[in-house]
């Protein structure tokens, strides 16, 4: 891909019958695991999971560097936190309502959501060096090479987290007559008229999975919240 006459290649052969490379998103297959029951990061918070068969982390999987390298082949785990405890905001940057708001995801805010990240990490770890890998993946991380206690560990997971593109909760959901929250469970907006909201800012919490189900159902329930309203 590196090479612009193959991106010419590829392409062509996308849009002559969507097939090839291009028709991947590059990750094919992925992988979810829950803490051990044990973990130390129950020491500090309760399950945050929606269930006992419910994911902590994610594995996603790339045949690809996750960032850009001039050269080489690389093999990509990205490791997800999908039953985050740490609760961002959103406020006003001023009173015109044009202006973008300010958004502070305050990611590894919380101890549970480092622990957890730190231990998922370690098990990434352990599962490429598998025997299955042997002369496939032939050296480790970039970052990693020079990493050998928890501590430089902990600072190397600080240091390249990121946001994973489902992010939920801007216009929370939470009981009637609830003080906290921006819509009920209607979906109406508190203290307003003849104004819903349908998407992922509803969601109170981060689904232990992928949102798209959760959004769907989301959709379906307000399709018919509002045909009964006006039926």
Request: glycine fraction near 6%.
């Amino acid at each position: 891909f590196r090479d612009p006459s193959v991106q010419e290649q590829y392409l062509t052969q996308y849009e002559t019958n969507q097939t090839g490379p291009i028709g991947t998103s590059g990750n094919t297959f992925i992988y979810f695991g829950r803490l051990p029951h044990n973990s130390s990061a129950f020491e500090i918070s309760a399950d945050p999971s929606s269930g006992h068969n419910s994911p902590h982390y994610e594995f996603f999987f790339l045949n690809a560097a996750y960032v850009s390298e001039p050269t080489g082949n690389y093999f990509s785990c990205i490791v997800i936190n999908v039953s985050p405890t740490s609760r961002g905001n959103v406020s006003l940057q001023s009173s015109n309502p044009f202006d973008a708001p300010l958004i502070d995801a305050a990611l590894l805010s919380s101890q549970y959501d480092r622990l957890a990240l730190h231990e998922a990490t370690k098990q990434a770890l352990q599962f490429v060096e598998a025997p299955a890998w042997k002369d496939y993946i032939v050296s480790g991380d970039l970052g990693l090479q020079n990493v050998t206690t928890d501590a430089e560990l902990d600072q190397y997971i600080l240091g390249v987290s990121t946001v994973s593109w489902h992010g939920v909760g801007t216009a929370s959901m939470s009981p009637k007559g609830a003080k906290y929250g921006v819509v009920d469970p209607d979906l109406r907006v508190k203290d307003a008229s003849g104004l819903r909201v349908v998407d992922a800012s509803v969601l109170p919490y981060v689904p232990a999975g992928h949102p798209q189900a959760a959004v769907y159902i989301v959709a379906e329930r307000a399709a018919d919240l509002i045909k009964a309203y006006w039926t």
